[in-house]
Nanobody
């Protein structure tokens, strides 16, 4: 499985960015795609997840109401729309593929993308 994340960049506080993650290498009919982020000196943390089949999304409390995860099954691509960005959202964002369930933990994901940097200036 290969995951290609893109869409990061520099944005001012209050602005928006949309990340994309294009997946290939298996039949994406089970499991989920998750987004995680890692800020300098901090642990990688869960942001959001969406199942490949169905639409039961899950969000970390810190992004709920500001971020929206969505998918295009025909393109095997998952998006993360990020609105009302804050400096605390600055991190490298990673997409990850889980073949089973919709986990919130890093250990629940088998495949990882290369990460894309999001920087929010104050």
């Amino acid at each position: 499985v290969q995951l290609q994340a893109s869409g990061g960049g520099l944005v001012q506080a209050g602005g928006s960015l949309t990340l994309s993650c294009a997946a290939s290498g298996r039949t994406f009919s089970s499991g989920a795609m998750g987004w995680f982020r890692q800020a300098p000196g901090k642990e990688r943390e869960f942001v959001a997840a969406i199942p490949w089949r169905g639409y039961a999304t899950d969000y970390a409390d810190s992004v709920k109401g500001r971020f929206t995860i969505s998918k295009d099954n025909a393109k095997n691509t998952v998006y993360l729309q990020m609105n009302s960005l804050k400096p605390d959202d600055t991190a490298v964002y990673y997409c990850a593929d889980s073949t089973i369930g919709i986990p919130r933990t890093k250990g629940g994901y088998k495949y990882w993308g290369q990460g894309t940097q999001v920087t929010v200036s104050s």
